[in-house]
């Protein structure tokens, strides 16, 4: 993938506000980084479902799981995929309703997905996520049962064609509106981790890792 500000592919290239866009893997890293949210589209007998999951990246792939089972495990190796995040970081409040907007970021990624069926690399991948939310966590989890990773499947997607969307700053309004009498500004907006809350079946004496309070978005 080219470290310039250019387009992988054509089909990869932001045509609405291009301005917008991004193609360089140190910006698009970050982003997915931010947080550990994705969406999943792909056909499934004809219909496109876009599925919510957790994911986590490893240098030049993303990763995410699911149950062997699923609809989309079955499917997402015999076509082209899309995998998007995104972050809202502000309502951008113009003077009027088509100049209304929001500031973002987002990352769109294309191509074919492998699975991993290797089961020792798939609970490595399994320990790399778990351990990617929460630092030391799957050291102190029960350990997994055979038919647990036996359910569990673990899809993989090149970070290669890949295009990202920012918007930043402030409302962007038709130039005789700006002397119109309606306020216009940006509402920011922030991920807040709250304090975590225990489950109420906690066994006496245990405490909570320290590593916990390292969980981040945004």
Known sequence: MPESN?????RSRVKRYNWLARYDRETIDAVLDATPLAHVGCLIDGVPFVTPTFFWREGDRVYWHGHSA????KVLEQQDI?????????LVVARSAFNFNCNYRSVMLLGRAE??????????KL????????????ERLRPMHDRELK????ASLAVSEASCKIRTGAPEDNDDDYAFPSWAGVVPVRYQVLPPEPDARNLPGIEMPKDILKFRIG
């Open 82 to 90: 899309c995998l998007t995040v995104s972050l809202l970081d502000g």
């Open 70 to 73: 699923g609809r989309m495990f």
């Open 127 to 138: 320990r790399n996520f778990v351990n990617r939310l929460i630092p030391g966590e799957w």
């Open 6 to 10: 250019e387009a992988p592919t054509g």
């Open 151 to 154: 359910v569990t499947a673990v």
């Open 115 to 124: 699975l991993i069926r290797d089961e020792t690399v798939k609970a490595e």
